[in-house]
């Protein structure tokens, strides 16, 4: 059985830093990349961050280039977003997200994360 599990979130004022982790486990076939996405409210979902299983080539939305990074650690089972220089726009739901692009294709979804930025 899938799990993709968040954690990490919570409030920060702007400027602050937080780290947000994801466990994904139970892939009979192993992701394709790893995502993170986030969610405002009254926004669609958009992509953040995505780091591939091969290779780890990162890829960034604009608006967080340069302030956050995608990592994994050694057995890439966890996948890490740090985040820095937090603006007030950061807050949102933040998701973590396994895909295959390739068959069997899948994306699989954590349950989110609150970040809220705030003074």
């Known amino acids: 059985q899938v799990q993709v599990v968040e954690s990490g979130g919570g409030l920060v004022q702007p400027g602050g830093s937080l780290r947000l982790s994801c466990a994904a486990s139970?892939?009979?076939?192993?992701?394709?990349?790893m995502n993170w996405y986030r969610q405002a409210p009254g926004k669609e979902r958009e992509l953040v961050a995505t780091?591939?299983?091969?290779?780890?080539?990162?890829n960034y939305a604009d608006s967080v280039k340069g302030r956050f990074t995608v990592s994994t650690n050694d057995v890439k089972n966890i996948v890490f977003l740090q985040m820095n220089t937090l603006k007030l726009e950061d807050t949102a739901v933040y998701y973590c997200?396994?895909?295959?692009?390739?068959?069997?294709?899948?994306?699989?979804w954590g349950q989110g994360t609150q970040v809220t930025v705030s003074s």
């Open positions: 997200n396994a895909h295959r692009s390739f068959y069997p294709k899948y994306h699989y």
């Open positions: 139970g892939f009979t076939f192993g992701p394709s990349a």
């Open positions: 780091i591939a299983s091969v290779g780890g080539t990162t």
